[in-house]
């Protein structure tokens, strides 16, 4: 299977499923090229390979809009469902659990909530590629995985793919604790609560966990709404995430303003948390970080970068570097069945089960 990360690195590095990335680049260069003063042909945003945004604000998906189903997976042994969580933005999640005989401790599995990546504009949480990755990494970690369906860009600019993260939190929450999703209420284990993502959703699980602790300092005693400002995540994974910093291309910067709509500069906390005075680290809601950089990764010194600023910080908690030579951005979507691919998958599994 042709991989499509590579290409996408080479602007955004977003992680993308595998197959006809060159095709839509192809295809897209055909239609700015038949482009005239209609709205609907003239382009606005060329986010190739992405997507295109027209002057009539018609928006052209050039990847990540193929789907599957909720299933069985005979493989592994996981089967996985949709839940939708909030009609009004239509925010939906599949969750996931193996039926094979995991580890579980009182008979109930560590909760990872998972964030898809790609650039914030495209791919969604019923990918193949990312059904296939949560499949494997439910069966190979032994957790129930609530993997979101969280609005995208330019429809829905940030901070709403933010705002959909902290209700999909709110809302484990409530069925951990409270019941409701059998699932979560009969086998996931609130006080083992991981939230994880790779590219902008590593990024969106770093800006959660850092509202959440926001929120904690804010607010004490308990959350009557939902229990969230008492939370203890047990650790954050960021895979290969989606940072930059003040000194970006101007490409990198008209795409972060073209994400968020204008709102957020390059010094923004949300795209360069490495900024961060070291005080703030201390609202980061989580005692164990996890760090992966592929080598070949362009957005790598911002992410090692983040990780510095975080040793350096005055946040308590342990921060772990996993970095693989010689891959790209995301190449562990792409491959599952690589050993380096498998080393990573393995490295993940072992930080959500270290005790």
């Known amino acids: 299977m042709a991989s499509r990360v590579l290409l996408a690195a080479a602007l955004l590095c977003a992680c993308v499923g595998a197959g006809e990335g060159r095709e839509a680049a192809a295809g897209a260069s055909a239609l700015r090229s038949r482009a005239a003063t209609d709205p609907n042909t003239e382009v606005k945003f060329d986010f190739t390979p992405f997507l295109i945004q027209y002057r009539s604000g018609r928006v052209q998906r050039l990847m990540g809009t193929r789907v599957v189903p909720p299933s069985l997976d005979a493989r592994t042994g996981v089967a996985s469902r949709d839940v939708v969580v909030d009609r009004a933005t239509g925010l939906a999640v599949r969750l996931y659990r193996p039926t094979r005989s995991p580890r579980a401790r009182g008979g109930r599995l560590p909760v990872l909530l998972y964030f898809h990546g790609g650039a914030f504009v495209v791919e969604s949480a019923f990918d193949p590629v990312y059904h296939a990755y949560l ?114 291309d101007p490409w990198a910067q008209r795409a972060w303003g073209f994400i968020c709509a204008g709102r957020y500069g390059m010094d923004h906390p949300y795209v360069n948390p490495a900024a961060l005075p070291a005080a703030a680290w201390r609202r980061l809601a989580t005692a164990r970080v996890l760090m992966t950089v592929s080598d070949q990764d362009r957005l790598g010194p911002f992410q090692r970068a983040y990780v510095d600023a975080l040793r350096g910080s005055e946040w308590p908690g342990q921060a772990q570097l996993y970095e693989t030579p010689g891959e790209g951005h995301c190449y562990f979507l792409n491959y599952l069945a690589s050993p380096k691919a498998a080393m990573h998958m393995a490295t993940l599994a072992a930080f959500i089960n270290a005790t």
């Open 135 to 248: 499949n494997a990494l439910t069966a190979k970690a032994g957790v129930v995985a609530v993997s979101v369906n969280y609005r995208l860009a330019p429809e829905h600019p940030l901070p709403a793919a933010y705002d959909d993260s902290w209700a999909a939190l709110q809302w484990v929450l409530r069925n951990v604790h409270h019941g409701g999703d059998p699932w979560l209420a009969k086998r996931g284990d609130a006080s083992r609560l991981f939230v994880a993502g790779d590219s902008a959703g590593g990024n969106i699980a770093h800006n959660l966990a850092m509202r959440l602790g926001q929120q904690q300092q804010q607010q004490h005693g308990l959350d009557a709404g939902g229990g969230a400002r008492m939370t203890t995540i047990k650790g954050v994974a960021l895979l290969d995430p989606y940072f930059l910093g003040r000194y970006v």
